[in-house]
T-cell receptor, first 112, second 115 residues
Framework: EDKVVQSPLSLVVHEGDTVTLNCSYE??????LLWYKQEKKAPTFLFML????IEKKSGRLSSILDKKELFSILNITATQTGDSAVYLC????????????FGTGTRLTIIP | GAVVSQHPSRVICKSGTSVKIECRSL??????MFWYRQFPKQSLMLMAT?????????EQGVEKDKFLINHASLTLSTLTVTSAHPEDSSFYIC???????????FGDGTRLSIL
């Protein structure tokens, strides 16, 4: 059974800190790994990673994939209160039916 | 780009009512749309996958006669919760995908409360 595990489950830091969120996976087939941010509504897309070692960056957020060790990290630098959310990691297995396998998420809380 | 609109955002209704939720891709054509359910503090649970013009594929344990899905065009899919009961109360989220391999983009979700 495909599995995506995120750690930590929750994280509380002060504004301005840097955080690293982890996502490891065990899947039969792999096409891409996706990161989403979920606040009070539905998830918003952050990154899609398909190749190892290539960092994707958007402002203070960055992410990288290691296909040999089967994990990805999401970094957020100079955190702000608006970064408080649940961060979801998901794997696209390339089965043709496009079903994503989601992790349980990391709940990040930024204290002012 | 890649905006998905879901409507309504919130529904409160009596037990036995049928509720229709719409999911529209506003600036792209969605080959595939997905319907998820999310319980508090849990991750998303896929209910069904739908491709335009064909029958939806339901996940194990999801009643297709209870949760009717119609994907009539490349920009619209609907989920109808038929004869809803309190146990159907949940947060329902749709997502849309333009082409194979592209990220899924999510609607804002519908919070359904059945009294």
């Amino acid at each position: 059974e495909d599995k995506v595990v995120q750690s930590p489950l929750s994280l509380v830091v002060h504004e301005g800190d840097t955080v690293t969120l982890n996502c490891s996976y065990e899947v039969t087939n792999f096409r891409s790994l996706l990161w989403y941010k979920q606040e009070k509504k539905a998830p918003t897309f952050l990154f899609m990673l398909t190749s190892s070692g290539i960092e994707k960056k958007s402002g203070r957020l960055s992410s990288i994939l290691d296909k040999k060790e089967l994990f990805s990290i999401l970094n957020i630098t100079a955190t702000q209160t608006g970064d408080s959310a649940v961060y979801l990691c998901a794997v696209d297995p390339n089965f043709g039916n496009e079903k994503l396998t989601f992790g349980t998420g990391t709940r990040l809380t930024i204290i002012p | 780009g890649a905006v998905v609109s879901q409507h309504p955002s919130r529904v409160i209704c009596k037990s036995g009512t049928s509720v229709k939720i719409e999911c529209r891709s506003l600036d792209f054509q969605a080959t595939t749309m997905f319907w998820y359910r999310q319980f508090p503090k849990q991750s998303l649970m896929l209910m069904a996958t739908s491709n335009e013009g064909s029958k939806a594929t339901y996940e194990q344990g999801v009643e297709k006669d209870k949760f009717l899905i119609n994907h009539a065009s490349l920009t619209l899919s609907t989920l109808t919760v038929t004869s809803a009961h309190p146990e159907d109360s949940s947060f329902y989220i749709c997502s849309a995908q333009g082409t194979s391999g592209q990220p899924q983009h999510f609607g804002d979700g519908t919070r359904l409360s059945i009294l």
